[in-house]
């Protein structure tokens, strides 16, 4: 930190800028130096070994922070598909009668590999993706290790899991993830399907593939036998074929509702397993005696993390009528003390939106929100003159009906609405088709209980945001999904029971 300064201004040196506004702190640029390690062209990684689309063809991976491309991308077609489901199947007989015990030393080592690169894939997750390196540094990386060790100890108990019960894997499980945790969702994936012996065909989004194709490299390093992963790259059409494929026996998917509604209809009469997470509208509620200086924090963390691309997003805040003078105040003043800016730079809050489609769709539902009435408030930061960018949005002044107090923004916009009694607090807060998550803020335990029970959705959290562990389930009710993903019950979605 060096001085304040009264002005507005940006310094630059290198591709950081540093922002100055009025009461704020400068900060000098302190940007990321460690090599992402990344190729020019990514390949297919099937059976074991990278190999050239059969169709030949290729996409960019674009670095949103720049809008330029970072690597090429294999595309994967349906002969490429149907061939990763082949190398599973074939992967499949030996893998599942591996002992346990064995299977869990691929895990660990796995897991040992990643923590080995962390740094390295902080930053390659960073530049593909847009999110600050202090959130890929601190939260991905870590987190996604810590589901392969999570899992290692879970692969040779499979009799403790239902007890009683006879626990088999299913076979092949077909995958595909979106692009907000594009390394930690692939995690959240992989861990448990492998611990409980299923062999895997997945697909990353298309604007995140290279962690998932440098992942490949750890698989291979960590000797995990041919065809047990295999990955397959390109955009929603790649999705449908590993979808589709008649060897899935399960097909786990983590996406936008409406695409999740797409494969439900798909699938309807096949017997295939099906797990879906979906997307979310969560309500963040404060009340008059929580802790508010906490609270406020709760807020910014649950909406502006990840720059709000997470389907758990605290993304309409309720604050009882009483104390809302006094929320909404310190939440700008928190606004304006964000820095937005270059995603590699260790001290940026907020960082690239993910996508220039991603980009257009928050700012249409931010227009929206003016256009039907709301107040919107934004600080005064400058942004970068390249890449994909957005400023922290606020919108008081919401009403239930207002598109923004009803779809999902997948973007750093928050909607705050307000209330007077607990029972308008849940009638609110459930007045959503999603049922992801909430949260709650009060000093009383007994509302704090309540609540829990009363509230529908699958996780909610108490006088914090955004806290995950391995070992905690998590997913939704109605249209944001069903099956969980961690903890026990997540490991019941990959095994056959009886
Ligand atoms: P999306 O468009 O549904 O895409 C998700 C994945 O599905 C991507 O890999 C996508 O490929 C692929 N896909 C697209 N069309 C498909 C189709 N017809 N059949 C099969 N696969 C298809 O969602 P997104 O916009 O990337 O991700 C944001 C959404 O995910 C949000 O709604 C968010 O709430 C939700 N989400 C939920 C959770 C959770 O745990 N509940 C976690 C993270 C995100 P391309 O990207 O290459 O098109
Ligand atoms: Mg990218």
Request: net charge positive.
């Amino acid at each position: 930190m060096t001085r304040p300064a009264e002005t507005p201004r940006a310094r630059t040196r290198g591709s950081a800028a540093a922002l100055v506004f009025g009461d704020l702190w400068e900060y000098d640029p302190a940007p990321e130096t460690a090599d992402p390690r990344l190729q020019e062209q990514y390949e297919l990684f099937i059976n074991g070994r990278f190999i050239a689309p059969r169709g030949g063809r290729y996409f960019d991976s674009i670095n949103p922070a720049t809008g330029r491309r970072l690597a090429r991308i294999a595309l994967a077609g349906k002969p490429d598909v149907d061939a990763a489901y082949r190398a599973a199947a074939r992967a499949f007989p030996a893998w599942s009668r591996l002992p346990g015990r064995d299977r869990a030393k691929y895990l660990f080592r796995i897991a040992r590999l990643l923590q080995d690169r962390a740094r390295e894939f902080a930053v390659a997750e960073t530049m593909d993706g847009g999110k600050p390196i202090r959130e890929s540094r601190d939260f991905d990386l870590p987190m996604a290790a810590a589901h392969f060790f999570y899992h290692a100890g879970w692969a040779d108990k499979l009799e403790y899991i239902v007890p009683g019960g006879r626990a088999r894997p299913l076979g092949v499980v077909g995958q595909v993830i979106p692009w907000n945790f594009p390394l930690l969702m692939l995690a959240w994936k992989l861990a448990p399907a492998l611990a409980m012996g299923n062999c895997v065909v997945l697909k990353p989004a298309e604007t995140t593939s290279v962690t998932c194709l440098k992942f490949a490299e750890i698989l291979r390093d960590a000797g995990l036998p041919p065809g047990v992963v295999n990955f397959v790259t390109g955009a929603g059409g790649v999705g449908a074929a590993v979808i589709a494929h008649p060897l899935a026996a399960k097909v786990a998917f983590t996406g936008s509702t409406e695409v999740g509604k797409a494969i439900m209809r798909q699938l309807a009469g096949t017997g295939k397993r099906m797990t879906l997470e979906l997307g979310g509208k969560a309500a963040n509620i404060i009340f008059d005696d929580a802790p508010l200086d906490q609270a406020v924090e709760g807020i910014v963390n649950g909406i502006f993390f990840n720059q709000g691309h997470v389907c758990c997003a605290g993304s309409r805040l309720l604050v009882q009528e009483s104390v809302a003078e006094r929320v909404i105040p310190r939440l700008k003043f928190r606004l304006r003390h964000l820095r937005v800016g270059d995603p590699l730079d260790k001290n940026t809050d907020i960082g690239a939106i993910n996508s220039k489609a991603q980009l257009a769709r928050i700012r249409g539902l931010v227009a929206a929100g003016v256009r039907e009435g709301a107040d919107c408030y934004q600080p005064a930061c400058r942004l970068p003159d390249q890449g994909y960018f957005i400023r922290p949005t606020l919108f008081t002044g919401v009403t239930q009906s207002h598109r923004i107090a009803r779809e999902e923004i997948f973007g750093p916009v928050l909607s705050v609405l307000t209330f007077r009694t607990v029972e308008e607090a849940v009638e609110k807060a459930n007045n959503t088709p999603y049922g992801l998550s909430a949260g709650v803020w009060t000093d009383k335990g007994s509302r704090i209980l309540k609540l829990s029970t009363e509230l529908k959705a699958g996780v909610v959290w108490a006088n914090t945001y955004n806290k995950f562990d391995p070992a905690s389930p998590f997913g939704g009710y109605k249209e944001s999904g069903f099956g969980r993903e961690g903890g026990r019950q997540g490991l019941q979605d990959y095994l056959q029971i009886g």
